[in-house]
């Protein structure tokens, strides 16, 4: 069965510092991969994915995952962090077939000071 | 953008009533979803649809019931509402395409008194 585990509930950063959420995933094939956030009160937004190619891919509003298949992992990172990113970021594994279910994890909510 | 659409977004109703979950998408995508979220949880798929008239439930055992009669309309019943169905549901679809990238609505937030 596949999973997905984010290990930070909560991550607190300063506007301006950088961020890298946690995700690690299992998976019996290659998995499909993606990241979206959630704004309060809001549907899911794709921030990016990763199907096959580079191992790094780039998304929206700046942000990049990096697949690390030897370690199960496909964190997110941003650079320089905006007040505006404080929301809630899930995790996701899929694959292909007829059903192409999603599994979430258990999301990361991040706060930014300013 | 992606355009999938919720009604009501917000939804406050007494115990026993029937309710019902709208969902709808312009895009043409084969595959619906609806998912279950209490705060700060995670997501729970509750049902969701290959195609016109083919419905499915999901990991999450609900009470609720689908239909799909068109392509563009998957519509989530409860026919009796219970305080336990509070929650936010998610309605998403994609395409019928190998690759399963999901497009999600804003959601409806169910409070049941």
């Known amino acids: 069965a596949q999973s997905v585990t984010q290990p930070d509930i909560h991550i607190t950063v300063s506007e301006g510092a950088s961020l890298e959420l946690r995700c690690n995933y299992s998976?019996?094939?290659?998995?499909?991969l993606f990241w979206y956030v959630q704004s309060p009160g809001q549907g899911l937004q794709l921030l990016l994915k990763?199907?096959?190619?580079?191992?790094l891919v780039q998304g929206i509003k700046g942000f990049e995952a990096e697949f690390k298949r030897s370690q199960s992992s496909f964190n997110l990172r941003k650079p320089s962090v905006h007040w505006s990113d404080a929301a809630e970021y899930f995790c996701?594994?899929?694959?292909?077939?007829?059903?192409?279910?999603?599994?979430f994890g258990t999301g990361t909510r991040l706060q930014v000071t300013l | 953008e992606a355009d999938i659409y919720q009604t009501p977004r917000y939804l406050v109703i007494g115990t026993g009533k029937k309710i019902t979950l709208e969902c709808s998408q312009t895009?043409?995508?084969?595959?619906m979803y609806w998912y279950q979220q209490d705060p700060g949880m995670e997501l729970h798929l509750i049902h969701y649809?290959?195609?016109?008239?083919?419905?499915e439930k999901g990991d999450l055992s609900s009470e609720s019931t689908v239909s799909r009669i068109r392509t563009e309309h998957f519509p989530l019943t409860l026919e009796s509402a219970r305080p336990s169905h509070t929650s936010q549901y998610l309605c998403?679809?994609?395409?019928?395409?190998?690759?399963?990238?999901?497009?999600f609505g804003p959601g409806t937030r169910l409070t049941v008194l």
């Open positions: 998403a679809s994609s395409s019928g395409g190998a690759v399963n990238e999901q497009f």
């Open positions: 998976y019996g094939a290659t998995p499909y």
């Open positions: 990763y199907f096959s190619g580079d191992t």
């Open positions: 996701a594994v899929g694959g292909t077939g007829t059903a192409s279910k999603l599994t």
């Open positions: 895009m043409g995508h084969d595959k």
């Open positions: 649809s290959y195609g016109v008239n083919s419905t």
